[in-house]
């Protein structure tokens, strides 16, 4: 009877057997389309490509790029340019600063099937929403890759120094890109378009950054006309990704004096004009003699003053720049910079006191002042404090600049904010609608 049992059993658990293995083969075949269809959590990049391009190059031929091709963005450059912007670096630390080491910064990327976010840590992109919202959110211009750079509330709550830091990012887009020919522009909008993305309530959109390669191609010829007392500007023998590797922040100096050569490549790579002539004949992109950072509208509204041994200078990138509307179709006009003396006197212990007192150990002290009236014109007024943030991007596009340069010439610097905004003002002899925003301390 037992036996009888037993074979009841196995030939019961033998037909469910049967059944259960049916249905688990129809539900595969049946499930698989669904299951192939379903996006992964997290995708990783490629390693990063070595970038060889000198880093002046790099501010020589930054431009804003406004038209693309159809052709798509590569993993692989797609990869080089997100380590760039935000990155890890060989040592464990990023590829930019930040703001007091604080990194408050996401970057959202936005394919043609859908949009993820850039995890840093582990080089990768990692999935946030299906879709194509490429053209939705990069209304001004479409391209392959649309990045949209986000500013988290929970890690900083200061808009203005967050979006120094997402200047820093732009800046390493924008030069990577150019390395490997690709394009890019900064363009913000508020309320930003990223909003579409529905974003988490602690994210604030703030710049977008179309990515792709240009209807027409980079064209530079080199024609520097420098007509100055200042020496002319001089390539490195150090290259992007090197010099992104390299760059160290230091808040003690060497008891040493920059010489006149460093002292010009540092101020110009904060503001300057570049070596090169645009010939690229870009219709929407008529200057043709670019500058070292980009600025809204081509508004330029920082003023750049260094601060050394001797006294305290005012850097004049261009002594026609309120012609320059006027006259920047004509490619023939030389630069004509230089320092313009405001106070003699070695000052740093002043602006030290200002800010930060380390400061006052550093050969050289640049600073980039906002002055509001040239951010407000009759055809876009950007004056006001809810804009601030704006030119705060630009400021950090700057210093990052300053911090690049200085790396390529064997220094090192650091990024201050101001404490006493006041005593920078009657220092540097502003006027109440001129706001120091950053400071950068450099030397060996």
Known sequence: MITTLGNDVKKTLFQKSMVLGISIIFCSL????????APLTEYPLPPPQHASMIVEESMFRRMSVRNYTTEPVTDQDLSTVLWAAYGLRADGNRTVPGMN?????????????????YNPWNHSLVFYKEGDYRHIVGWQYNAPIQLGLVWDKNISSNQNYAAAELGEIGQNINFMADALNLGTVATGERPSPLENLG????????????????????????????????????????????????????????????SKQEQTQLVWSSYGYSNYYDKSDSDRNPVKRHRTVPSAHEYYPLLIYLVNKTGVYRYIPNTYNPLYGLLRDIWF?????????????????????????????APIIIISVLDVKQ????????????????????????????????TAWNLSGTIVQPTNLSALQSLLRLNEGQVPLILVPVGK
């Open 199 to 258: 974003l988490p309530s602690n994210q604030i959109g703030l710049i977008i950054i179309p990515l792709g390669h240009p209807v027409k191609p980079y064209n530079f010829v080199n024609f520097p006309f420098w007509v100055s007392f200042l020496p002319r500007i001089q390539k490195s023998d150090m290259n992007l990704t090197t010099v992104l590797e390299k760059r160290q922040e230091k808040t003690s100096w060497e008891n040493t004096t920059l």
């Open 101 to 117: 080491e604080v990194f408050a910064s996401i970057i959202y990327v936005l394919k043609e099937d859908a949009v993820y976010t």
């Open 30 to 37: 049946t499930m698989m389309p669904a299951l192939s269809a």
């Open 333 to 361: 006009l030389p630069v004509m910079t230089g320092l313009l003396k405001v106070t003699d006197g070695d000052k740093r212990s002043d602006v030290a006191q200002a800010s930060e007192s380390f400061v006052a150990s």
């Open 375 to 406: 951010t407000k014109k009759p055809y876009d007024d950007v004056s006001g404090e809810d804009f601030r943030w704006l030119w705060y991007y630009e400021a950090g596009a700057s210093a990052h600049n300053v911090l690049l340069e200085a």
